[in-house]
């Protein structure tokens, strides 16, 4: 696949219908990509041609439909296979997003191998979905969860994390990027010495997917979660990625169709990885347009699309610094496209509101991250977050609006 030098933003954005238009009479500014991306032309004609020529079930029929629907659905599993650079495809499973791939782990891994007293390390950062998996298996399992602390920076201290680390520790499982401050954390350290303590570690790649580089491999990590409308899919998709050997030790976590090899009163017996995991007929539809959104993302490169949002980060925070009242609340040294803040004075429903009537959307709260916020000693913040279709004037025009609201409503 070619890399695009420099991005284009312009013709980027004809590739987004959604984004052509006015919200409350104003050209829509969307800052929300963190919560779900919007999606390019090819993604919706992949749901369309799919709907339109190939539907049937898959793995089910010999028909020409079933072959066709059975042969695009693997594809895109050997497309995910090589998105984060998995050895084989068998060992990406798909899910309905980051939350299900979580919980798939806790339950026919963690409950699996956890036993009372062992323990789960956690960090302050995490996002409910990596959080309240854990807590369930670990309640029923009398495991102890241990949680690594966050500095007033919003980076992992690692110190603390090394201290929490023994032979009690079961299994790690981290954010690679957090959703609610943008840093990017260290997970080949952490992963390094996850392992070093006998530990396996499961990666919450979520908000890591849109923006960076992942190789599995590179990283030993021994799952990795991700949803597709993040990244520019669909929603209602996203994958587990496992070391073979784990899944195959691992139990079903659901059972029914598909997951099987032979079914009797008697006994049943299962299938092979990856099917063992997918019980059911799986999302056909949006995985196949999530190989459009995989294709979409490798077009541009992520070197490309990290210079690009880089800029748009550096831009908006300086622009941002300038404002009075201007809290950053995540100021870590490496961090991705992702600005949380508060302004002295104004609540952050408020501000988030103001910004929609001036046709910015940008997410406002705890972000599924209350712990985070009870660190920080917050009820939540603002969210901006960039994508690779938003552009230098959309920084502006935000920051415009935000000094003219502050000297409006503001102290
Ligand atoms: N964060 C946000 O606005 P799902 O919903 O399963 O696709 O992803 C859950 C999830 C897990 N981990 C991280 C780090 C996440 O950011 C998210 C989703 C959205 O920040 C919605 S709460």
């Known amino acids: 696949m070619t890399q695009v030098a420099a991005l284009d933003v312009s013709t980027i954005r004809k590739e987004f219908p959604i984004l052509n238009q006015e919200v409350n009479?104003?050209?829509?500014?969307?800052?929300?990509?963190?919560?779900?991306?919007?999606?390019?032309?090819?993604?919706?004609?992949?749901?369309?041609d799919y709907y339109s020529k190939d539907h049937s079930n898959i793995h089910r029929g010999l028909h020409t439909l079933a072959e066709r629907a059975t042969s695009g659905y693997e594809q895109v599993r050997k497309m995910a296979q090589t998105f984060v650079n998995a050895d084989e495809p068998e060992e990406i499973i798909f899910t309905r997003g980051t939350t299900e791939s979580i919980n798939l782990v806790a339950q026919a891994y963690g409950r699996k191998v956890l036993e009372e007293g062992d323990e789960i390390i956690l960090s302050e950062m995490e996002h409910h979905s990596n959080i309240v998996p854990w807590q369930m298996v670990a309640e029923e399992k009398g495991a102890i969860i241990k949680v690594i602390p966050v500095s007033n920076f919003g980076e992992l201290i690692l110190e603390e994390y090394e201290n929490l680390l023994s032979e009690k520790t079961k299994i790690v499982a981290l954010n690679y990027i957090s959703n609610s401050l943008g840093t990017i954390n260290s997970v080949q350290e952490i992963i390094e010495k996850a392992h070093h303590a006998g530990a396996k570690i499961l990666i919450d790649a979520a908000q890591a997917a849109p923006h960076l580089k992942i190789d599995v491999q590179e990283l030993e990590a021994d799952f990795l979660a991700l949803s597709s409308h993040k990244m520019y899919g669909p929603t209602g998709v996203g994958i587990l990625y496992g070391k073979?050997?784990?899944?195959?030790?691992?139990?079903?976590?659901?059972?029914?169709?598909?997951?099987?090899?032979?079914?009797?009163?008697?006994?049943?017996?299962?299938?092979?990885?990856?099917?063992?995991?997918?019980?059911?007929?799986p999302n056909i539809a949006d995985v196949i347009a999530f190989g459009a959104a995989i294709d979409f993302v490798e077009r541009i490169g992520h070197d490309t699309i990290q210079t690009h949002e880089k800029e748009l980060?550096?831009?908006?925070?300086?622009?941002?610094?300038?404002?009075?009242?201007?809290?950053?609340?995540?100021?870590?040294?490496?961090?991705?496209?992702?600005?949380?803040?508060?302004?002295?004075?104004?609540?952050?429903?408020?501000?988030?509101?103001?910004?929609?009537a001036r046709g910015i959307a940008v997410r406002t709260g705890h972000h599924c991250t209350q712990p985070l916020m009870d660190r920080m000693g917050l009820e939540g913040t603002i969210r901006a977050s960039f994508a690779v279709y938003n552009s230098p004037e959309e920084i502006d025009s935000f920051v415009d609006s935000l000094s003219q609201i502050i000297k409006k409503f503001g102290k």
């Open 25 to 48: 009479g104003y050209p829509l500014v969307y800052f929300d990509n963190a919560a779900s991306s919007q999606k390019p032309k090819s993604v919706i004609q992949a749901l369309v």
């Open 244 to 281: 073979r050997e784990l899944l195959e030790y691992m139990d079903p976590y659901q059972g029914g169709g598909e997951m099987i090899k032979e079914v009797h009163f008697s006994g049943t017996t299962y299938n092979d990885i990856p099917y063992k995991f997918e019980a059911g007929t």
């Open 313 to 356: 980060l550096e831009k908006a925070m300086e622009g941002l610094n300038q404002i009075e009242g201007f809290e950053p609340v995540g100021v870590a040294k490496n961090k991705a496209s992702v600005i949380s803040f508060n302004i002295n004075g104004i609540h952050s429903y408020d501000l988030g509101m103001w910004l929609d």
